[in-house]
């Protein structure tokens, strides 16, 4: 099936929307959509999975676990989040959507 990953993006801008584009035993490939959204305070991720993410479009900023620094994505960027790899977001572009590709592999 032939399908775009720019075509029909979210109309609500106050949260993130998460789309599976695949989904399959051992693999799942999400579009995220951003708009200036980050991790509630104190929220921090740890999956079950591995992951790894490139931001299409836009910029996010990731705190990862064990890092002293950030880590600032711009389109084009990409990083491998191990399964159990605390991380939270810490900024999307707040003018223009944050488009992500992650693939999960379970």
Known sequence: MLANLFAS???????EAFDDLLDMPGLRI???VSHGQKSPPG???????????IVLQGSATLQV??????????????????????????ATSPDSPTIWLAVHRR
């Not at 993006?9 to 949260?15: F, G, L, R």
């Not at 929220?43 to 993410?53: I, N």
């Not at 002293?68 to 994505?73: C, G, N, P, R, S």
């Open 65 to 90: 676990e064990g890092h002293d620094t950030a880590v600032v994505l711009a389109t084009g960027d990409h990083y491998w989040l191990p399964s159990g790899l605390r991380h939270r977001v810490d």
């Open 9 to 15: 993006m979210p109309a609500d801008t106050s949260c």
């Open 30 to 32: 999400e579009r995220i």
């Open 43 to 53: 929220f921090w991720y740890e999956q079950d999975e591995d992951e790894w993410v």
